[in-house]
């Protein structure tokens, strides 16, 4: 099959105004940027799956200065804020995804291969345990919900994509939709440490999960970076992670751990909504915020391909497939201080609605499929 290039230049505009009344400001020279890529290794998609990478999502400090964004694979299409890929049968198979972040002079400020696996979604030969397990946004259940629903057509709030026949697939745990035909575990305001000081891994298996456990999902770091200053040490949090990846390796050493990417806050008021302007997450908004998530993930992906960790622990980068634009709640209020009209607020900061939850799932669905098949 003949594929075909695709090449994205995205144009950031840097300030205008402020930059226009700096003396020092020269067009001709624009000033470095502070953006960088912040995407995973590996990316997964499935035949006939909708897969989007948003560019908003993968790069840090994104309005930061001028600069392009290139992306150069031969599958899928780039548009203004993602690239999508649907892929064919003939797709499955491996290929890299190469992206640039250079200046309008053309030079390179960063640059990330990422390979891409496709696969075709095929019912696995013996029944497998997944396991879902997190704090608050785990504890919604949609994410599991809607997973089951993709995988095996479980009862679920979404109905498009169409679900798959994969009845091999379990989704096990202490909590369950209404039909008990999906179990997940999730608990508000946990963190790593919470888990490894109150959770007992066999005894919650041999209880919950059939005595069986081939694959969990974990969802953790969030509330760990509520409190923490953009710029401070994570060394705990991932130390934390490790320390709970360690546990279920020791208990199941043939369990398969697939380590869920931070999701970016909401961009649009929703963290000046949650948090007053005296506490981390209020002094340092949305920028703050991003840094902390995008600094984390980076630190994940380095756990998952360091050598004690590779041979059993996948990256599972959501965050890339998480469109963090348009996936929190909002409400329309009057503008005040005598302007005109409404204006458009999130309402959360980290808390997505169903969307953003489906979208996690959608992220899981493809790595258990792409992980199975390898």
């Known amino acids: 099959m003949k594929h075909k290039s695709v090449c994205l230049f995205i144009s950031c505009l840097f300030l205008l105004n402020a930059c226009q009344d700096d003396p020092e400001w020269n067009p001709v020279n624009p000033v470095e940027t502070d953006a960088e890529l912040t995407i995973g290794d590996k990316i997964y998609a499935v035949v006939g799956d909708t897969l989007k990478i948003y560019f908003n999502s993968i790069v840090l400090n994104p309005a930061s200065g001028d600069y392009g964004l290139a992306l150069k694979c031969d599958k899928g299409n780039n548009y203004s804020k993602y690239w999508q890929y649907i892929p064919k ?36 030969d013996i029944r497998q345990h997944v396991l879902c397990l997190g704090n608050s946004l785990m504890y919604a259940g949609q994410t599991p919900i809607e997973l089951s629903r993709r995988l095996k057509s479980t009862p679920g709030v979404a109905h498009d994509p169409k679900g798959l026949s994969l009845n091999n697939y379990d989704l096990v745990g202490r909590l369950h939709n209404a039909d008990q035909s999906v179990g997940w575990e999730g608990r508000p305001g946990w963190t790593w440490q919470k888990y490894i000081d109150d959770f007992d891994v066999q005894s919650y298996v041999n209880e919950y999960c059939g005595g069986q456990l081939d694959y969990v999902y974990l969802q953790l770091g969030i509330n760990e970076l509520l409190w923490l200053d953009p710029f401070a040490d994570q ?72 050598a004690d960790y590779s041979s059993f622990t996948y990256y599972i980068d959501n965050n890339a497939q998480y469109d963090c634009l348009n996936v929190y709640p909002k409400v329309e209020r009057p503008s005040g201080n005598y302007v005109p009209g409404n204006e458009t607020i999130e309402t959360d900061g980290i808390h997505p609605t169903n969307i953003g939850y489906w979208q996690i799932a959608a992220g899981i669905f493809r790595a258990l499929i792409g992980i199975e098949a390898s």
């Open 235 to 306: 060394s705990f949090v991932v130390n934390g992670a490790k320390a709970i990846i360690n546990r279920i390796h020791k208990s199941y050493p043939a369990c398969k751990i697939l380590l869920g990417s931070v999701l970016l806050p909401s961009q649009n008021g929703g963290l000046g909504n949650k948090y007053p302007a005296n506490i981390v997450s209020g002094i340092y908004g949305e920028k703050g915020f991003n840094l902390k998530v995008h600094r984390l993930n980076k630190a994940y992906n380095e756990l998952v391909n360091s």
């Open 89 to 124: 049968p003939e797709d499955e198979g491996e290929t890299t995804i190469e992206l640039q972040i250079y200046d309008l002079k053309g030079k390179i400020l960063d640059n990330k291969a990422v390979t891409l696996i496709t696969r075709v979604a095929k019912n696995p």
